[in-house]
């Protein structure tokens, strides 16, 4: 079950580089993006240097071998989340679109003034804004599971919200500021028991997790390639299919279709009809390309060594007088840490971390309502993925404490 984390290292040629001269690099920003083996990296230049050629539309061979490489994709994709159908995932261009896509399709469609959808106070921006945007166009109403003081969600109070029957109940699998993993397949169970239907962001946990779709029961699941060792510009939405067939197109355009009048069109059947355009192909290649690397290394060893990482750096950190850290222990968390320290400001923290090659983020990473709760304007943030180590926890800590001297 153990990483071997020096063998992996090198698979990554980001991590040999020196940030400025004489410093080493020490990435610890793996939530907002994930560094790319070389295998996703020559996946995506193989493409273009072997097989480029629009999909879906010729007949000659770089089409057909395009085609075959860019649906392939999709099958390990599918393979990947246990999708029982390759139909069933949608290419976006990252979760934020596939949250999208379900709020201009599916809620559009079936959402009226006054229904209610429930979400959490630890979402993303990108599962806030689309719902917002709704709010204002047709008054549905958003109520929100509470987060505690320890940074988990308060399931009695969500029990509470569902007999107000909502129609859809849409929140992070796991939160990119408190690394809570939230217990997703009972939260659908009892959405689905009150008549809701189910969205999971699954931004931070399909790179981090084993994650079945079919036994969460999700009714759509929303994740990114480039959080996890794939591409930037791809992402996949899952859904069920009776869903995605009745929802209606969501871009207009080429491939989306079946046939076109000059006044009216009929959709293609799925995965096509949410495929207006010619798409991310080399991406998607790259996006299958890092599906095949995390499932030869094994999530589950994937998901023991974050843990092994996280706790570390949680006891490390927890050392340090002033550090104030946020969210649950690590046992109920995956590999984030966010925290204050006293009298720095959470900028500062990470520039005077970055004199040193250590990239950590500052700032409110895209939920502020989450912050707010919290009673502060921002953290600085580690987190953590299959290439970290100790020894960088050691960095950071001995970074932090640079950061205290420098600041009396
Ligand atoms: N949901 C969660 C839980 C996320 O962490 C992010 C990105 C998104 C949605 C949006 O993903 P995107 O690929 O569409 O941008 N989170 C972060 C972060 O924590 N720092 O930078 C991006």
């Known amino acids: 079950m153990t990483l071997n984390v020096s063998q992996i290292r090198k698979d990554f040629p980001i991590l040999e580089r020196e940030i400025r001269a004489g410093v080493g690099l020490t990435y610890l920003d793996s939530t907002a993006t994930s560094q790319k083996p070389l295998v996703v990296i020559e996946a995506m230049n193989d493409y273009y240097r ?7 539309r010729g007949v000659h061979a770089l089409a057909e071998e395009a085609t075959t490489m860019y649906e392939g994709a999709r099958e390990k994709i599918a393979k990947f989340i246990n999708a029982a159908s390759a139909r069933q995932v949608i290419y976006t261009r990252n979760t934020t679109e596939s949250i999208n896509l379900v709020a201009y399709s599916w809620a559009r469609a079936n959402l009226k003034q006054g229904d209610l959808v429930i979400l959490t106070e630890m979402e993303h921006h ?3 804004v689309p719902w917002h945007m ?25 029990k509470t919200l569902l007999d107000r029957r909502p ?6 699998h796991m939160s990119n500021v408190l690394g809570t993993i939230n217990p997703a397949a009972e939260i659908i169970r009892l959405a689905h028991e009150a008549g809701a239907i189910t969205l999971v962001d699954a931004a931070q946990s399909v790179p981090h997790l084993t994650v079945d779709v079919q036994a969460l029961d999700a009714d759509f699941l929303a994740f990114s390639a480039h959080k996890m060792c794939g591409p930037t510009g791809i992402g996949a939405l899952y859904g069920k299919t009776a869903l ?22 009929r959709p293609n059947t799925l995965p096509h009809k949410f495929e207006a355009g010619t798409p991310a192909i080399a991406e998607a290649i790259g996006f ?37 850290l946020f969210g649950p222990s690590a046992d109920k968390k995956g590999g984030v840490a966010a925290f204050t320290l006293e009298g720095v400001h959470p900028h500062d923290v990470a520039q005077i971390l970055d004199q040193d090659g250590i990239a950590v983020r500052a ?12 009673g502060i304007p921002a953290t600085s943030r580690a987190s953590f993925y299959l ?10 800590v001995n970074g932090i404490y640079k950061v205290k001297e420098m600041f009396g």
Request: with cysteine.
């Open 244 to 265: 995605l067939e009745s929802m209606p197109p969501f871009l207009g355009g080429g491939d989306m279709i079946k046939e076109v009048k000059l006044r009216s069109f």
């Open 288 to 324: 299958g390309a890092a599906v095949d690397y995390l499932s030869k290394i094994g999530m589950d060893a994937i998901a023991a060594h974050e843990h092994e990482i996280t706790e570390y750096a949680l006891e490390r950190l927890e050392e340090i007088p002033g550090v104030k």
């Open 363 to 374: 700032g409110h990473h895209c939920a502020q309502p989450l912050h707010e709760k919290f």
């Open 134 to 158: 709704l709010q204002a166009e047709r008054g549905i109403e958003m109520d929100f599971i509470p987060v505690t003081e320890d940074g988990v969600l308060d399931l009695g109070m969500y």
């Open 50 to 56: 072997r097989s480029n050629a629009n999909i879906h």
């Open 387 to 396: 290439y970290s180590t100790k020894e960088e926890v050691d960095l950071l």
């Open 126 to 128: 990108s599962n806030l």
């Open 167 to 172: 129609k859809l109940v849409s929140f992070t």
